[in-house]
Each structure stands twice: as structure tokens, then as C-alpha cells.
């Protein structure tokens, strides 16, 4: 578009970018690869098909691009969690978003900005752990594989909310007398556990605040509670599974051949990530791993500026729907 075109400078063209997760907002300006703008919120987006979601979402980028500045831009990637497929609602969104910002708009799952941001437009494997997770794969010539990102009702394996959950479990039932004694019983319910429940209960975001609980369940199985490290070493073997399960559907079923990324906050434990690699290690001696490599907000730009490249293409197509 004629607009778009304008706003090229010698620095390449203007992106926007914005990684909206579950739990917090994320969003860059760059000019070309160079990064002009960061911006960061603890404060995650509805999901685009929500009830009355479309106005939420609008006005919410509408105040992170103003943070942002740098503007007219070239491209807005609003790269967000819960778009499973290019549907009605991401439809109107990406129109809504696009009349507001006056410049091409791509509405896409962050997934596809995570793989990019750690694999670059190559053939791998992702696997994404913070709130929630999910498992993504990319091979030329074979269909994505997408595992789970379910959310946490029906999926989440692996996940800081799996791991809340599982760790909450055990301290209550050490409470009752039902499983083993364990210091996450006071590390996570403290003093009285009848109004922490009751509070988490009553709380608005209960998914955030059960995978907060995460770290505690970490902390405590670093200081070697037996307890903790099994909670650990449980919700871990659920995420290799999805790994494993990604090689054998793309025909690599040792991970010899696909680099596999690991991102997400719960990499930044050290304990969860080196459970995660021992793991996989353990059952793919061979595997190729790679730990905090790359970046989503870089991978944002990277969807806009190689839209033509045969993985940019096999992922963003793999969300799309054929019917606005």
C-alpha cells in the first residue's frame, strides 16, 4: 500500500509489535531489525472471541501503541493467545485494528511470534511453558503440528498453572492426612489454609494466580522437599511427552534432526529447566536443544517481513480460516 510504503525510511520499514500472553503485554517498535521502542504490562488480553472482546482488545492496543510512539507505521502484529484460527472475531479484529492504526494489521496466535522469535523461518520444534503451554512443530512439506493450548480446563500440560495445581494438590492432601507431609503445605496455603482457599476461590483471575504458585512449588523443590520434586519431575514429563509427540508426527521421533526451543517464563528457573532437559536428554541423547533463544517480540517482526518464506507461511496458514 501506497501509505505503508511512504513511512520507509533508510532504516527499514516501521513495525509494531505486540505479544499479548495470558498474563502480561509485551510490545516493540522496530525500524527494520533495529529496536526503537520497548513497553511492558503485567495485564494480559482477553481472548479475541470472548464476549464483547473486540472493543477490550481495540482499546487496549490502541493505549499500548500510544506508549509505544514511533508512529505511522508500516505493520501492527498483534500476536495474542487463544487464536486457535483466523475466524470471525479475528476477522473483524484485524479490521477494526487496521482502519484504527491506518496500516497493515496481522491478528495472529503469539505461538507463531514465539517460534520465530526462537527458531527463526527453519524447520523445528517449540515447546512454550509459562502460564500455559503448548508444543509447536514445522517441517516443509508436512502439516503443523499443534499440541495442546487448550487452555487450562482442557489442556496446559506442562504448564505454570499445571504446576500450581499439582503442587496445591499435594499440600492439601498432606493436609488432610491423605499424602505425604510436605513443607508446601506452608509455603503455599501459610497459616490459614481455609482462607487462602477461600480467597483463591473468590479470586477474578484464578488461572493467574494458581500459576503464580509456580514458583514456590520451584523454590521448594530446590531445597530437595521430596514432595516438590516429584510435583516437578510430574508436570515435566507431561511437556516432554508433548515434545516427543511432535518428533514422531514429523517423522523425527528422536529429535536427531529438529532443534527443539524452549521458552516461556518458567525457563527462567533454572531447577524447571534443567528437569526439562535432563528429561528429554534422558529419552533423546541426541536431541538439540536450545534454551532462551530468541525472543517473540522478534518474532513479530520477523512474520512481517518474511511472509513469503515456506515456514512463515506454514505457520501463519495453519491459523487461518477460509471463511471470514
Known amino acids: 500500500m501506497l501509505a505503508a510504503a511512504s513511512r520507509r ?31 511492558r504490562e503485567e495485564e494480559g488480553f482477553l481472548h479475541p472471541g470472548a464476549p464483547e472482546a473486540q472493543q477490550a482488545v481495540l482499546a487496549k492496543v490502541r493505549e499500548v501503541l500510544s506508549r509505544l510512539e514511533h508512529g505511522p507505521y508500516d505493520t501492527v502484529v498483534l500476536a495474542t493467545t487463544g487464536v486457535r484460527s483466523h475466524g470471525e472475531a479475528e476477522h473483524a479484529l484485524q479490521a477494526a485494528l487496521a482502519e484504527h492504526a491506518g496500516c497493515d494489521v496481522l491478528v495472529v496466535n503469539d505461538v507463531i511470534a514465539a517460534y520465530l522469535g526462537a527458531l527463526g523461518p527453519r524447520p523445528g520444534v517449540l515447546v512454550q511453558a509459562g502460564t500455559g503451554s503448548l508444543v509447536l512443530g514445522a517441517v516443509e512439506g508436512c502439516p503443523l503440528v499443534h499440541l495442546d493450548g487448550w487452555g487450562h480446563l482442557a489442556g496446559d500440560r506442562g504448564s505454570g498453572f499445571a504446576l500450581g495445581r499439582a503442587g496445591l494438590q499435594a499440600a492439601c492432601s498432606a493436609l488432610d492426612g491423605a499424602g505425604p507431609s510436605t513443607t508446601l503445605t506452608a509455603e503455599l496455603t501459610g497459616a490459614d489454609p481455609e482462607r487462602f482457599i477461600g480467597e483463591l476461590y473468590a479470586s477474578s483471575t484464578p ?8 514458583r514456590s512449588v520451584l523454590r521448594t523443590a530446590a531445597v530437595g522437599d521430596r514432595v516438590a520434586v516429584d510435583v516437578v519431575s510430574a508436570i515435566v514429563s507431561e511437556l516432554v511427552d508433548m515434545a516427543l509427540a511432535a518428533g514422531r508426527r514429523l517423522g523425527d521421533p528422536q529429535l536427531r534432526d529438529l532443534p527443539v526451543a524452549f521458552v516461556g517464563g518458567l525457563f527462567f528457573d533454572t531447577l524447571f529447566a534443567d528437569t526439562v532437559a535432563g528429561h528429554l536428554r534422558a529419552r533423546c541423547p541426541e536431541a538439540k536443544m536450545l534454551h532462551g533463544a530468541g525472543d517473540a517480540l522478534e518474532g513479530g517482526r520477523l512474520l512481517a517481513a518474511t511472509p513469503h518464506d515456506p515456514i512463515t507461511h506454514l505457520l501463519t496458514s495453519a491459523f487461518r480460516s477460509e471463511d471470514p
Open 9 to 39: 525510511g533508510a532504516d527499514g520499514p516501521r513495525i509494531a509489535v505486540i505479544d499479548a500472553g495470558k498474563s502480561t503485554v509485551r510490545a516493540a517498535v522496530f525500524a527494520g531489525d533495529h529496536v526503537l521502542a520497548r513497553h
Open 207 to 214: 488461572t493467574k494466580d494458581v500459576a503464580a504458585l509456580a
